[in-house]
Nanobody
Framework: QVQLVESGGGLVEAGGSLRLSCTAS????????MGWLRQAPGKEREFLLD????????YYANSAKGRFTISRDNAKNTVYLQMNSLKPEDTAVYYC????????????WGHGTQVTVSS
């Protein structure tokens, strides 16, 4: 059974940084793309970034450019989201998602981790 477990969320002041981690288990993810999306209360889900098994960034939202960085450790089946210069509008639940390379559908989702940025 595939599981995605996120960690690293929390409360941070505006301008601060957080690093989220997501570790996947239950299968081999060498041919899977791993990514992050977020959902704030009352807002639509926003996809942020994803990364393939070769380290190639396959998507980068405008809201993430210049502040968020995604990386991946294949040996650990872990994907990271480094978030810098955080703003109150970054407050949301952040979800780790995984899809097969070549597919647009995210087959696996984590339970999410809350990020709250205070002004």
């Amino acid at each position: 059974q595939v599981q995605l477990v996120e960690s690293g969320g929390g409360l941070v002041e505006a301008g601060g940084s957080l690093r989220l981690s997501c570790t996947a288990s239950g299968r081999t993810f060498s041919n899977y793309v791993m990514g992050w999306l977020r959902q704030a209360p009352g807002k639509e889900r926003e996809f942020l970034l994803d990364i393939n098994s070769n380290g190639g960034i396959t998507y980068y939202a405008n809201s993430a450019k210049g502040r968020f960085t995604i990386s991946r450790d294949n040996a650990k089946n872990t994907v990271y989201l480094q978030m810098n210069s955080l703003k109150p509008e970054d407050t949301a639940v952040y979800y780790c998602v995984v899809r097969p390379s070549g597919s647009r559908k995210y087959d696996y989702w984590g339970h999410g981790t809350q990020v709250t940025v205070s002004s």
